[in-house]
C-alpha cells in the first residue's frame, strides 16, 4: 500500500521532523534505459557518458534518515523485486514505454510512482496513467513539495514548478552515483534553460510557465566544484556563458583551480566582449557551439536570432586562438535547406576546422 501517515503539526519543516522520529522513507530513482541504448545501431559508449544529475539533484531534498539509491539502466541492472516507499523514474520520449512498464509493476506491488522529465512534461495525460504523481517542467521545488505532502499523506496528482530558483539548493546528491561507471563522471550542472527561443529546442516547452534561465549562486557553484575530485570537468549547461555576470564571476572563481573543462555556448556569446577569454584562463579547452544552419533563411525561420548576421568564422578562429576545440551543432531540415545542404555543411565544417560534430538533429516543424 502507498505509505500513508498523519500530518501532525501546521508546518512543512516540523512534519518532517517529527515524521523523522517515526519512520524514513525509502526511495528509489530509476533512470530506465533508452531504446536507442540497446540497439546494436547506435554506439552504446555515448549512453554511459553521464551520470543521472537530475535525479541525484532530486535526491538531495530527502531528509537525513532517508535511504536512496539511484538505478541508471544504461550502466547497472534494475532490480524489480524491492518494495521502496517511493519510486521516482525520469522519462525520455525513447524510454517511456520501459519506464511505463517499470512504474505499472511497482503500482501494481502497492508502491507510489512519481514520473517526471522532459516526456512527462510533453504528454501529461498519457504519463499520468501510470503514475500516482506526474511532475511537470523543472522538478526542483515542486519535488520538496511533492515530498512534504507526501509525509503528509496528501499527494497531489500533478505537481508543476511554481518557483524557478537554485539558491539554496542542497549540494546534489554525488555519494548516490557510482561514478568508475561513468566516461564523464566530473558533469556538472550551474545553471537551467537558456536565454533563447529557438524553435526546435526543448527548452521553451519544458520551462513554459516560468523562469526559463536561472543560475546558482556563484558561490555555490564553486563548491559544487570543488567536490569533485580531479582535474576535468564537464559543464552540461544549455548556455554556460548565458548570463555574463555569473559567468565571469564563476570564471574569475575557477582561475587557479587548475581545472579543464568542457562546456557549451552560442555565437554571439562568444563574439560579445571578452567572456571567452575569461572562460578560456578559467580553463575552457573544448565549446559545444550552435552552428545549426549556413542559411540566414533558416536561421530566420528557426527563431536562432542569435546566430544572425554573426561572423561564423570569426567566432571560428577567436576559439582556435584560444586553444578551445570547438564541437559544432548542425540542424538539417530546416525550412531554406535543400538536398545540397549536407555536403554544403560538412565541406564547410572541414573547412573551417570544426573538431567534431555531436550527431545530427533532423528538424520537422509541424504547419
Ligand atoms: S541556444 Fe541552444 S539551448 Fe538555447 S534555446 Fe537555442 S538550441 Fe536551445
New binding site residues.
Given amino acids: 500500500m502507498p505509505l500513508k501517515v498523519t500530518c501532525l503539526t501546521d508546518g512543512p519543516v516540523s512534519v518532517i521532523r517529527l515524521f523523522n522520529r517515526r519512520r524514513s522513507l525509502r526511495c528509489k530513482f530509476i533512470l530506465p534505459a533508452l531504446t536507442e541504448a540497446e540497439s546494436p545501431l547506435w554506439r552504446p559508449i555515448k549512453y554511459s557518458l553521464f551520470p543521472p544529475l537530475g535525479l541525484a539533484t532530486l535526491a538531495a531534498f530527502l531528509a537525513e534518515d532517508d535511504s536512496a539509491e539511484i538505478v541508471d539502466q544504461h550502466v547497472q541492472t534494475l532490480e524489480l523485486n524491492d518494495s521502496p516507499d517511493l519510486v521516482t523514474i525520469q522519462v525520455y520520449i525513447t524510454n517511456a514505454s520501459r519506464a511505463y512498464h517499470i512504474a505499472d509493476h511497482y503500482r501494481r506491488q502497492g508502491v507510489y510512482v512519481i514520473l517526471g522529465g522532459l516526456h512527462v512534461t510533453s504528454l501529461p495525460e498519457e504519463a499520468a496513467q501510470h503514475a500516482d504523481t506526474i511532475v511537470l517542467g523543472p522538478a526542483e521545488e515542486s519535488f520538496l513539495r511533492f515530498l512534504e505532502d507526501f509525509r503528509c499523506g496528501e499527494p497531489q496528482p500533478v505537481y508543476r514548478s511554481s518557483v524557478r530558483t537554485l539558491v539554496g539548493l542542497p549540494p546534489i546528491r554525488c555519494d548516490l552515483i557510482d561514478r568508475k561507471l561513468y566516461l564523464v563522471p566530473n558533469s556538472i550542472v550551474v545553471t537551467r534553460g ?1 536565454p ?3 524553435d ?2 526543448y ?1 521553451d516547452a519544458f520551462f513554459e510557465g516560468g523562469r526559463s534561465y536561472y543560475t546558482q549562486q556563484v558561490d555555490s557553484a564553486l563548491a559544487e566544484i570543488e567536490r569533485l575530485p580531479g582535474k576535468h570537468l564537464y559543464f552540461l549547461d ?2 554556460l556563458l548565458g548570463q555574463q555576470r555569473f559567468a565571469r564571476e564563476l570564471f574569475s572563481g575557477m582561475r587557479g583551480m587548475g581545472r579543464i573543462f568542457q562546456g557549451a555556448a ?1 555565437i554571439d556569446s562568444i563574439l560579445r566582449g571578452d567572456l571567452i577569454e575569461r572562460a578560456a584562463e578559467a580553463g575552457l579547452r573544448s565549446l559545444f557551439v ?1 552552428f545549426e544552419s549556413l542559411q540566414t533563411e533558416s536561421l530566420i525561420f528557426s527563431n ?1 536570432r ?1 546566430n544572425l548576421g554573426r561572423d561564423y568564422q570569426q567566432a571560428i578562429k577567436r576559439l582556435h586562438d584560444l586553444g578551445i576545440m570547438i564541437n559544432g551543432s548542425f540542424v538539417f531540415g530546416l525550412d531554406g535547406d535543400d538536398e545540397g545542404v549536407f555536403k554544403r555543411t560538412v565541406e564547410w565544417a572541414i573547412q573551417n576546422g570544426i573538431t567534431t560534430t555531436p550527431g545530427m538533429l533532423f528538424s520537422c516543424r509541424s504547419r
Avoid: I, L, N, P
Fill in positions: 537558456c533563447h527561443h529557438c526546435f529546442c527548452k544549455d548556455h552560442t550552435g536562432k542569435q
